[in-house]
């Protein structure tokens, strides 16, 4: 199993990221997909999720409204679609699936 996450970087607060997984090595359609994030000093949290269909998604409550999660079992690739981006959004988010995980990418926002 690889998970291999893309699209972190610097952004200022109101802005826009979307982060992508491209994952292989399992049968990724009927994959229950989620993405976690840990900011420094703090746990880390599981922030959205989406079902092998794609038709039920989760969040948590502080990104609810802001961020989309979705997947294209065609690339076997899910995303993460983040907008007005907050300070508090900074953190390393990680692409997840049972046990495996990604290597993470850094998301910060900042001025």
């Known amino acids: 199993v690889q998970l291999v996450e893309s699209g972190g970087g610097l952004v200022q607060p109101g802005g826009s990221l979307r982060l992508s997984c491209a994952a292989s090595?399992?049968?990724?359609?009927?994959?229950?997909m989620t993405w976690y994030r840990q900011a420094p000093g703090k746990e880390r949290e599981l922030v959205a999720l989406?079902?092998?269909?794609?038709?039920?998604?989760n969040y948590v409550d502080s990104v609810k409204g802001r961020f989309t999660i979705s997947r294209n079992n065609a690339k076997n690739t899910v995303y993460l679609q983040m907008n007005s981006l907050k300070p508090d959004d900074t953190a390393v988010y990680y692409c997840?699936?049972?046990?495996?995980w990604g290597q993470g990418t850094q998301v910060t926002v900042s001025s």
């Open positions: 090595g399992f049968t990724f359609s009927s994959a229950i």
């Open positions: 989406i079902t092998g269909a794609g038709g039920t998604t």
């Open positions: 997840n699936f049972g046990i495996y």
